[in-house]
C-alpha cells in the first residue's frame, strides 16, 4: 500500500482525534503496530497568525513513521503557505481536514462544513498539492446532512486536484457519531476513484477491520475511538489480517505496564502539571472493561501527578489479580 511515494506497512491507520492523538498516544500505536498516523488537526489561520499553540501539534518523532499533519481552513492560499510552514516538521504526507463535525472548525468555513461547496474542496486540495513536495490527502464525510450526500462527487473532485488518498468517515456532518457508519458509502467511494481510500468509523475490533476491508474494497481501514486507552488494538487487526491469528485481550498487568509508558512519555513532553491533566481522560479509558472500573475512572479524574499514578496502576492490578 502506498499512499504517493510514500510506503505503508500494513492496512491499518490511527485516526486524527484533536485532543487525543498527541505525539505520546500516536508512539504507542505505532509500538503496537499503526502503519500510518495523522497528527490531530491545526488550524491554517492559527499558523498564518504564528499561534504557538498550533505549530506546537505539527511535532512529530522520527519513532512514529510515516506520519501525516492535518490541516483545516477554508482559504486555498492560507492552506497552501499552512503545507509550506508545516513542511519544516518533517511530516511524510499533508491532509485536508473536510470532515470534523465541531461547530468552532465548521462555522469559520473550516471541517466537514467544506463539503457544502465542492468546487471550494477542489481550490484547497490544489493548491495545497501545488504548495508541497509530498502527497496531499484529504478525509472527508458522507457529506453535510442526508439532503446533501456528496462524499463521491468530493472525492472524485480532490482526486482531479491532485489528492493523492481519501478517507471517508462513512457519516454526514449532521449525524456526527450516530447512527453507525454506513460502511457501502464507502465502497461507493471506493468505486469512483483511482487513488487509495481509507475507510473509517466504528471499527472496534480485528472482525470489523477484515469486514470493512472485503466488504468495501477499500485499501486501508483508520481506527478512532476503538484505540483509545487500547493501543493494542492495532497489532490484534494486524496480527487477524496478516496471519489469521487472533492474538487474546492483554492482561490488566500489561494494560497497566502500558498506561504508565504511555502517560510518562506525555508528561516527558507536556511537562507533569499539563501531562497529568491530559493523562486521566486516557486513564479511565484504560481501566475500561476491567474489575472496579466505575470507582477506578472516579478515581483517575481525582489523580494530578505521576507517582498518584504509578500507585493507581497498583491498584488496579491488584483488584484484577
Ligand atoms: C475526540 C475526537 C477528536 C477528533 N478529532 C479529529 C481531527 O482532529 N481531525 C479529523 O479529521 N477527525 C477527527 N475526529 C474524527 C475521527 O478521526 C474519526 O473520523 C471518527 O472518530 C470516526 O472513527 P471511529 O469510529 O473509529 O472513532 C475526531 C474524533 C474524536 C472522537
Known sequence: MKIG????????????MAGVSDRAFREICVDFGASYVVSEMVSSKGLHHHSRKSAELMTLSERERPAAI???GDDPATMAEAAKFALSYGPNIIDINMGCPAPKVNTSGGGASLMKDPLLCGRITEAVAKAVDIPVTVKIRKGWDDQSVNGVEV??????????????????????????????????????????VIGNGDITSPFDAAKMLSETGCDMVMIGRAACGNPWLFSRVRSWLEEERLEPEPSAAE????????????????????????????????????VGAPGFRREACEISTLSEMYAFAGRVIAANE
Request: glycine letters at 8%.
Open 70 to 72: 492535518q490541516l483545516f
Open 255 to 290: 494494560k497497566m505496564r502500558v498506561m504508565c509508558k504511555h502517560i510518562a512519555a506525555l508528561c516527558g513532553e507536556r511537562g507533569e502539571k499539563y501531562g497529568m491533566r491530559e493523562a486521566r481522560k486516557h486513564m479511565a479509558w484504560y481501566v475500561r472493561g476491567l
Open 5 to 16: 511515494n510514500v510506503e505503508l506497512n500494513g492496512q491499518v491507520a490511527l485516526a486524527p
Open 155 to 196: 472525492a472524485k473532485i480532490c482526486e482531479s486536484a491532485g489528492a493523492a488518498a481519501i478517507t471517508i468517515h462513512g457519516r454526514t456532518r449532521a449525524q456526527m457519531y450516530a447512527p453507525s457508519a454506513d460502511w457501502s458509502y464507502i465502497a461507493q467511494v471506493k468505486q469512483a476513484v483511482n487513488i487509495p
